[in-house]
């Protein structure tokens, strides 16, 4: 970021506010606890799924496809440098202003800046997964500047004084009666009569959300994509409220996180037909608005870029785990993943949850700091099979799981138990003789197992499974006890 | 063919009938069955709780035991899919270059059960003998670290007397995990419930499964419900014989 911010008042954001939570298993066993939530989540997962695999099934090239936007990502990735700096000049020839934020802190003092410039009070808001990630909205209310939601989902979260738990779908967590409570408590001017139909929902928006639209100065978004050869800005949308606040305000400010380019124009035919598919299971998404800079006399006459980094940079530094920028926030892996359906996406903690989220937030804001995401797994499998880019999530996983224990290590002088227990079972496991006596010693096992030959209670950290599992009491004999028993031979 | 058998830490220890059955079912196509003696385990609970560090010597181990064999059969998904897309990584990132490629041309000729039979032995029908309501479990790692497809499945419909039932929602997790399981026991419990509420709607006396884990998973759960529905390893199902039931 330029100097020209130094000395301003900053907001009181911490940079891993929106990125981090409570421990994993605690809230995920009270989000379980919520049988509304849990049937919510079920439905509207199952209804999205179903939709995805039918229009990427009709796709005679998907696979090839998917290919073409990993290749695209590692490609970018591997010359990020180069293609922001040829962004910067490209949106800068065309009448944009392009400043650069390392962290959350700086993004919301460059953007409540230029807000405050243009003494404007309200800003109207396009749905964008960096301004959540750096908590703007809370930091422009800190310097008395009101920010409202367009989306229609991120409405009822902003409505209902919530947070979103999805990355497309921020109310998923919502069914319509709910939705009708909030609007009828929380929306200006509503019909109090208001009924929880689908359609009368959506129109009680549309009406408070017009009379915003004409009469705001200043527009905020995010952005799917920057094509760096041209300097031209991509927002795919479903709504169209997007694209009344990209074209309406006269000031346009739009926050990316820097791994969200791509270099060539051409770049986009590939994204554009993976992400509707993907995400929403539309073979296109009915709004794509795409500006570049300033069109003299049409549209946003006072456009701006801030790049974000927070903690992006650091990620790309990790060969491994920077293939998580590849990530075109589409959500095809929250959708499918056993744990996100079960638990939603607040036990997660962060902006980002579900799968992507457990591989994503950690290394924004360092493992350390969000050690129980990686472990928020069970290592299905079914996320990969449905990345658009091929992001292998599950290894990204095990890759951050390593690092976690490794600092851990490096950390600390005393091993966790965890740690002694896994060192024990790879001395055992070191040699086989140590193995078979081991399994001789573990056979007095069978001196748990009631009636049933069963074992139902364990002392922790192994309660958890006896809480609601059995564990069937050692046998007599091991199998390599029963094959030197009988066959005598030694292989 | 002369096939090395990977039992795995679990089937040999928990689980022995496992293994039994698979010696019993190779033998009985005619196969011969060597079981390297010291072998353990392939590592996967370190490498997937995060200690490769520890998991190196288990790696190497493995690769010593099995790397004078041609074939190596193991009957469980789960195990194999770690040696084969976890060994040679744990190798390379503790600097064992050399290992790693040796552990890539061993994991290249390790296969799971229903792999060996029917891509590398083109066996479907096993002659096994299983009169009993059945539903099949595919496990993760088999279908999507795998892609061992309906291998399993078709070895099963060819086995005489089995009337084999279709698991809804087959492809979801149990939610085993390995340690997931315990450091994240609620969640992980939530997606057992789901699965076993479909085991119980096809009304099967047995769920069988091609991974000792997470039918250990499944099995606790319906022994904790008393639901009256076992769990049986593929391999005891084709083992099975009208003289030797299993």
């Known amino acids: 970021m330029t100097s020209t911010f130094l000395g301003l008042p900053t907001v009181a954001a911490t940079d891993t506010e929106h990125l981090r939570g409570e421990p994993f298993p605690v809230a995920a066993r009270r989000a379980l606890a919520d049988g509304q939530l849990r049937a919510n989540l079920g439905r509207a997962t199952r209804t999205i799924r179903a939709k995805r695999q039918a229009v990427v099934d009709e796709v005679d090239d998907w ?117 009708r409570e909030i609007f009828r408590r929380e929306m200006p001017g509503v019909d109090p009569d208001l009924t929880d139909d689908p359609r009368q929902l959506a129109m009680a928006a549309r009406r408070f959300l017009r009379s915003k639209f004409l009469s705001a100065r200043v527009a905020v978004s995010g952005a799917n994509f920057a094509v760096a050869e041209t300097g031209t800005l991509a927002v795919v949308e479903s709504e169209g409220n997007g694209r009344m606040c990209l074209t309406l305000p006269q000031t346009l400010i739009t926050v990316m996180g820097i791994e969200k380019l791509v270099p060539a124009w051409q770049d986009l035919e590939v994204f554009l037909q993976l992400l509707p598919r993907s995400s929403t299971g539309e073979r296109m998404n009915p709004y794509t608005s795409m500006w570049t800079g300033v069109t003299p006399g049409d549209g946003p006459q006072d456009v701006h870029l801030v790049l974000l980094d927070n903690g992006r940079t650091a990620t790309l530094a990790d060969e491994v785990g920077r293939e998580a920028l590849h990530c075109i926030r589409c959500s095809a892996c929250l959708n499918v993943c056993p744990v996100y359906e079960r638990v939603g996406g607040h036990a997660y903690g962060s902006v980002y949850p579900g799968p992507i989220g457990a591989v994503l937030s950690p290394q924004l804001t360092g493992v350390e700091q969000n050690a129980t995401l990686p472990y928020a797994s069970s290592l299905c499998g079914a996320c990969l099979d449905v990345c658009p880019v091929k992001i292998d999530i599950p290894s990204l996983l095990v890759h951050l799981r390593a690092q976690h224990v490794e600092q851990h290590r490096a950390t600390h002088r005393l091993p966790s138990p965890e740690a002694v227990t896994m060192a024990a079972a790879g001395w055992v496991m070191g040699d086989e003789r140590r193995f078979a006596a081991a399994q001789r010693a573990g056979g007095a096992g069978r001196l748990l197992g009631g009636r049933r030959g069963v074992i139902a209670t364990l002392p922790p950290p192994l309660a958890g499974w006896t809480s609601s599992r059995d564990l069937p009491a050692p046998p007599a004999e091991s199998f390599r006890a029963w094959w030197r028993r009988t066959r005598g031979e030694v292989s | 063919m002369r096939v090395a058998l990977f039992v795995t830490c679990l089937a040999d220890t928990l689980f022995p009938s496992v293994g039994q059955a698979t010696v019993r079912l190779l033998e009985r196509l005619g196969h011969e069955v060597v079981f390297p003696s010291e072998q353990t385990c392939c590592g996967q609970m370190h490498i997937n709780t995060g200690y490769q560090r520890e998991a190196v010597p288990l790696v190497r181990r493995f690769v010593e035991q099995f790397e004078p064999y041609d074939a190596v059969v193991a009957p469980s998904g789960s195990c194999v899919g770690s040696v084969r897309h976890q060994h040679a990584m744990v190798a390379r990132r503790a600097g064992e270059e050399a290992l790693a490629l040796r552990a890539e041309s061993v994991a290249a000729r390790t296969y799971e059960l229903s792999q060996l039979l029917v891509d590398v032995l083109g066996v479907e029908d096993v002659g096994a003998h299983f009169p009993h309501r059945v539903t099949y479990h595919p496990t993760c790692h088999s279908l999507r670290l795998l892609r061992v497809g309906d291998a399993p499945l078709r070895l099963l419909q060819q086995v005489r007397g089995i009337e084999l039932v279709e698991l809804p929602d087959a492809d979801q997790c149990c939610g085993f995990g390995g340690t997931f399981a315990v450091k994240n026991a609620d969640t992980s419990t939530a997606m057992l419930a789901d699965k076993m509420r479909h085991v119980l709607s096809t009304g099967a006396e047995v769920c069988s499964a091609g991974d000792s884990s997470c039918l250990m998973h499944i099995g606790g759960g319906l022994s904790r419900l008393r639901s009256g529905t076992r769990t049986l390893h593929l391999a005891e199902i084709l083992a099975s014989t009208e003289k030797e039931p299993a």
């Open chain 1, 63 to 179: 696979q090839e496809l998917r290919e073409a936007g990993r290749a695209l990502k590692a490609a970018t990735m591997a010359r990020l440098d180069e293609h922001l700096e040829q962004l910067e000049a490209a949106v800068t020839a065309r009448g944009g202003t392009v400043h650069w934020a390392r962290d959350a802190a700086e993004a919301n003092a460059v953007v409540t800046e230029l807000v405050r410039a243009t003494g404007s009070d309200e800003v109207v808001k396009v749905k964008s997964m960096a301004t959540q990630e750096i908590g703007l909205n809370e930091a422009l209310a800190s310097a008395g500047i009101a920010a409202l939601e367009t989306d229609l989902a991120e409405l009822i979260v902003q409505l209902g004084n919530d947070r979103p738990s999805h990355i497309l779908v921020p109310a998923i967590h919502r069914n319509r009666a709910e939705i």
